[in-house]
T-cell receptor
Framework: GQQVMQIPQYQHVQEGEDFTTYCNSSTTLSNIQWYKQRPGGHPVFLIQ?????EVKKQKRLTFQFGEAKKNSSLHITATQTTDVGTYFC?????????????FGKGTKLSVIP | ETGVTQTPRHLVMGMTNKKSLKCEQH?????MYWYKQSAKKPLELMFVYNFKEQTENNSVPSRFSPECPNSSHLFLHLHTLQPEDSALYLCASSQDPPPGLTDTQYFGPGTRLTVL
């Protein structure tokens, strides 16, 4: 099946530092989505990227979709303690009448006050 | 958030028990999903339903049996589970199934399942 590799698995940052997580797919994606899961919570949708080379911003969060639609990144500027959680990417694939949504393993972010 | 609800929130069962997980979405969505989230693996998509019809079954063992009586309700029937099936089971819904602009997943709070 399709795989989405996400790195790093863990990231510890000092409050105020930046943070980036990366996702890579071996095949071209139809779209990629990003989710955040707080400790003890469930994944919550952040954003969806569809177009090649797309860049979207949400306050301190910047999301990018690669030109080949095989990779994506999430960058957080000046992290805050409220950013703590696990960030997942999910790649959507289509082909031959079927479709899949494959999640990366997630990057667990810890922010040291 | 109350768009997608799941019951029970916690479940402990023996390997010979039969139990069911329930999910309900109040968002008017057409697609519903079951996911398994365990500590050592990525979020795993188990089943996809589109307009009550099962469209995906990602090689899930037959001891997991889904049921979707209508677009708003989804069940996961459990029978003779193994300890390695212990995990968080998440239900989700989306306007439409992937891929597309309306396949954003809205997750429920999950059922924490422990199999003894």
């Amino acid at each position: 099946g399709q795989q989405v590799m996400q790195i790093p698995q863990y990231q510890h940052v000092q409050e105020g530092e930046d943070f980036t997580t990366y996702c890579n797919s071996s095949t071209t994606l139809s779209n990629i989505q990003w989710y955040k899961q707080r400790p003890g919570g469930h994944p919550v949708f952040l954003i969806q990227l569809v177009k090649s080379g797309e860049v979207k911003k949400q306050k301190r969060l910047t999301f990018q979709f690669g030109e080949a639609k095989k990779n994506s990144s999430l960058h957080i500027t000046a992290t805050q303690t409220t950013d703590v959680g696990t960030y997942f990417c999910a790649g959507a694939y289509s082909g031959a009448g079927s479709y899949q949504l494959t999640f990366g393993k997630g990057t667990k972010l810890s922010v040291i006050p | 958030e109350t768009g997608v609800t799941q019951t029970p929130r916690h479940l402990v069962m023996g390997m010979t028990n039969k139990k069911s997980l329930k999910c309900e979405q109040h968002l008017g969505h057409n697609a519903m999903y079951w996911y398994k989230q365990s500590a050592k693996k990525p979020l795993e998509l188990m089943f996809v339903y589109n307009f009550k019809e099962q469209t995906e079954n990602n090689s899930v063992p037959s001891r997991f049996s889904p049921e979707c009586p209508n677009s708003s309700h989804l069940f996961l029937h459990l029978h003779t589970l193994q300890p390695e099936d212990s995990a968080l089971y998440l239900c989700a819904s989306s306007q439409d199934p992937p891929p597309g602009l309306t396949d954003t997943q809205y997750f429920g709070p999950g059922t924490r399942l422990t199999v003894l």
